[in-house]
Each structure stands twice: as structure tokens, then as C-alpha cells.
């Protein structure tokens, strides 16, 4: 059985701990925040240059981008 934990159990236990460690924390969750944002924009990369390749894309400049958006 898989031991889950809810986002309430989280904060609670993390106010348990002193500011030093809380602190440690934050900065431990916002390197790995960026970590696995920077995962994910590198296979949304991977997608739309694969989408390119396979012709599934056109290129637009900024301004076309912009009037198809808004039509």
C-alpha cells in the first residue's frame, strides 16, 4: 500500500521544524521546482521541433502569431 501524504500534513510538518530548516527547505523545493520546469520546457522543445520536422508547423513571425490568436 502506498503511503500518501496530503498537502495540510505537509504544512504542519513543516511548521514542526525550526526557520534554519524551513529555510533549507524552501530553497531545496525551489531548486528542484526549477529543475523540473526546465525538464518539461526542454521536451516542449523536443515536441515542437519534432511538429517542425514533420511539417505539422509553419513558421510565423510574432505579428502572425498575434492576428491568428486574435481572429
Known amino acids: 500500500m502506498e503511503n500518501t501524504i496530503t498537502f495540510d500534513e505537509v504544512l504542519e510538518a513543516a511548521d ?3 526557520l534554519a ?3 533549507t527547505l524552501l530553497d531545496i523545493l525551489h531548486r ?7 525538464i518539461e520546457l526542454a521536451k516542449e522543445v523536443e515536441e515542437a521541433q519534432r511538429e ?11 505579428e ?3 492576428a491568428e490568436i486574435l481572429s
Open 16 to 18: 514542526k521544524l525550526s
Open 21 to 23: 530548516e524551513q529555510e
Open 32 to 38: 528542484r521546482t526549477i529543475a523540473r520546469r526546465r
Open 52 to 62: 517542425f520536422q514533420e511539417g505539422r508547423c509553419r513558421r510565423a513571425t510574432p
Open 64 to 66: 502572425e502569431i498575434v
